[in-house]
Structure formats: C-alpha cells, structure tokens
C-alpha cells in the first residue's frame, strides 16, 4: 500500500490550497485517515483526522481554517487549508490504517507548504 500526497506549493498568506492524498494498493479498505505537519525545527504534530464515516477532529491552531474530508470510493483524503499564514509552512504527510489481513499503518512521503509573502 502506497500513500500519495499532492497539492503543496508556495503561497502568499492568506490564500487556500487544498492536498490532496491517494492510497493505491491492495487492501479491503481505509479507516482512520490523517493529515500530519512538521515545521523546520519543530517535531511533527497531528493537524486533523477523520473517521470512515466523516467524523472530523482538528488541533485547535486549524480549527475553523482548515477542512478534512474524503473520499471512500477514490480512497483519497483531503486537507482544503484557508487563510493560511506563515507558522502554516511545514511538511504535509498524510497516515492511514488500512485494512487488509491485517490493520496497518500508513504513511505518505510528504508534500512541503511555504507561506511566505
């Protein structure tokens, strides 16, 4: 199993940007899935998660910026990131468990975020 993420890039404060991450594999299908974050210089933090069915958590610095969804038929997760300012640079990587004989976890290679003006 293999997870892809996509969808980062530099941005001006302020702006959206929405990654993207898509599990390719054999497996029988994904619960929990994850979006983490590491700043340069920082240890890597739990951004948002989300149950199969829907149900979101956020860390209380994105709350009310950014949107975790997926999508179950495309075993693809999003991070949709609004306003984003600049302790927002970091390094993206998307986790999920996967459920195949057994339920493993999951990690992607990352995608880099730079909000800089």
């Known amino acids: 199993v293999q997870l892809q993420a996509s969808g980062g890039g530099l941005v001006q404060p302020g702006v959206s940007l929405r990654l993207s991450c898509a599990a390719f594999?054999?497996?029988?299908?994904?619960?929990?899935m994850r979006w983490y974050r590491q700043a340069p210089g920082k240890e890597r933090e739990l951004v948002a998660s989300i149950s199969r069915a829907g149900n979101p958590i956020y860390v209380d610095s994105v709350k009310g910026r950014f949107t975790i969804s997926r999508d179950n038929a495309k075993n693809t997760l999003y991070l949709l990131m609004n306003n984003l300012q600049p302790e927002d640079t970091a390094v993206y990587y998307c986790?999920?468990?996967?459920?195949?004989?057994?339920?493993?976890?999951?990690w992607g290679k990352g995608t880099l975020v730079t909000v800089s003006s």
């Open positions: 986790n999920a468990d996967v459920r195949g004989s057994l339920i493993m976890n999951y």
């Open positions: 594999g054999s497996f029988f299908s994904i619960n929990d």
